[in-house]
């Protein structure tokens, strides 16, 4: 029996992959929101190497049939429809990006949009949660914290951050350098100093809490919008479907669905297989889901 194709064309699907020939995740500024925890780096997580998996796809249709899809990174409590990861399999793939001499795709400089639970605004009020991500260290947080607890003679963790800044431009100029001098001792926290105000020619300039939105390595760390380097992948799938997908499509879905970062895919047409090529495609199951290596160890 001869099938029909459902015809899917992707666009601008941005490619996040950054690791190195042993497969090991480089340092990526970019944050995921993992659902049960709260916000963790993209280093704590693998990337698979070949940039359009079964698993994307899967999820893709998941949601083209208006099914929820299934994070393939991290654990969740519910389960994917083996039907659209076994259709996903038995799809074709291509891309149509050039590759260069290493016989990888170009990255290009992109102006980016992060969703909401994975940014931070600098016009909103500064709070702990930002400047415990900004120090991004267990150690360095506890030596900032005691010596904000001694300086200020009160458990400054109960307070709100922004109060925290008015008490210590109020202290007595041998205490508040007391907390600058730690502050600099401990390194590389540096926007922590321009928060409460820069020691200069004997004197603390005006607070400004700008430099907590950005962090040498975590570029657009807390900022939602930013330049990030990435490749911008754009192709075409080819899906088997039968007359009962086909109603699914008609009434129960939106006709479109994101694959990686933004990618739109929108469907383009049904055909029979005896009116398509699959020439120039990748049948989905023979290509790799192996992942690399996270840089950082959860």
């Not at 992707?10 to 500024?29: I, P, S, W």
């Not at 704590?44 to 990174?73: C, K």
């Not at 458990?155 to 951050?161: G, N, Q």
């Not at 055909?271 to 840089?295: A, L, R």
Request: charged residues 30%; contains cysteine; proline residues 4%.
């Amino acid at each position: 029996m001869l099938n029909n194709y459902l015809i899917l064309d992707f666009q601008n699907a941005k490619l996040f992959r950054k690791f190195d020939k042993k497969n090991v995740n480089r340092k990526c500024g970019d944050f995921v929101f993992d659902g049960i925890k709260s916000y963790k780096s993209r280093d704590f997580y693998p990337a698979f190497i070949e940039p359009i998996t079964v698993h994307q796809i899967s999820n893709m249709l998941h949601v083209l049939f208006n099914e929820r899809p299934v994070p393939s990174l991290r654990n969740v409590l519910y389960q994917r429809n083996d039907y659209y990861f076994e259709k996903a399999l038995e799809s074709y793939l291509k891309i149509d990006n050039l590759k260069n001499h290493n016989d990888d795709y170009y990255f290009e400089t992109n102006h980016v949009k992060k969703a909401v639970w994975n940014s931070w605004n600098p016009s909103v009020p500064t709070n702990w949660e930002i400047v415990r991500r900004y120090i991004d260290d267990v150690e360095k947080l506890r030596v900032f914290v005691n010596k904000l607890n001694e300086v200020l003679d009160e458990k400054t963790e109960s307070l709100a951050f922004s109060a925290i800044r008015n008490k210590v431009i109020q202290l007595p100029k041998p205490k508040r350098l007391d907390l600058y001098n730690t502050i600099k001792e401990l390194k590389s926290i540096d926007g922590i100093i321009y928060y409460f105000g820069r020691y200069v020619n004997q004197k603390f300039d005006k607070p400004d809490n700008a430099k907590l939105t950005t962090k040498r390595n975590k570029t657009a760390k807390m900022v939602n919008t930013g330049l990030e380097s990435a490749v911008l992948l754009s192709g075409k799938i080819l899906v088997p479907v039968n007359n009962q997908d086909i109603e699914i499509l008609r009434n129960n879905s939106k006709g479109f669905a994101t694959i990686l970062d933004d990618g739109l895919v929108f469907i383009d047409s049904i055909k029979h297989e005896n009116h398509i090529s699959v020439q120039g495609f990748i049948k989905v199951e023979t290509i790799s889901d192996e992942k690399t290596k996270p840089f950082k160890t959860i």
